[in-house]
Nanobody
Framework: QVQLVESGGGLVQAGGSLRLSCAASGRTFSSYAMGWFRQAPGKEREFVAAINRSGGNTYYADSVKGRFAISRDDAKNTVYLQMNSLKPEDTAVYYC??????????????????????WGQGTQVTVSS
């Protein structure tokens, strides 16, 4: 079992910044691919960003490219999402997710919820205009 705990959400004005953290249990964190997704009220969960096991490859939704940055610290079993230039449309519950099965093996797989087998409970991000 892997537990993921997100933190760092909150209320921020448009144009501001937040950094989300996701702490993972387990001794093999470095073997997990990690992702961030978000879900706004009445909408489906959508991909935000992902990072592969080595940290050498990152992936972003078009809506956040150039504003968000995902990173990982394997020594701390933690993945981060730095969010800058926040917009009201970024308001959502943000979820951390882990793929612990040794993949994904295709870049396109990072974008799909089904790729990930563990999820955190989510942290609320609210951006006021």
């Amino acid at each position: 079992q892997v537990q993921l705990v997100e933190s760092g959400g909150g209320l921020v004005q448009a144009g501001g910044s937040l950094r989300l953290s996701c702490a993972a249990s387990g001794r093999t964190f470095s073997s997990y691919a990690m992702g961030w997704f978000r879900q706004a009220p009445g909408k489906e969960r959508e991909f935000v960003a992902a990072i592969n096991r080595s940290g050498g490859n990152t992936y972003y939704a078009d809506s956040v490219k150039g504003r968000f940055a995902i990173s990982r610290d394997d020594a701390k079993n933690t993945v981060y999402l730095q969010m800058n230039s926040l917009k009201p449309e970024d308001t959502a519950v943000y979820y951390c997710a882990a793929n612990t099965k040794g993949g994904p093996f295709y870049s396109s797989s990072y974008y799909y919820t089904g790729t990930y087998d563990y999820w955190g409970q989510g942290t609320q991000v609210t951006v006021s205009s």
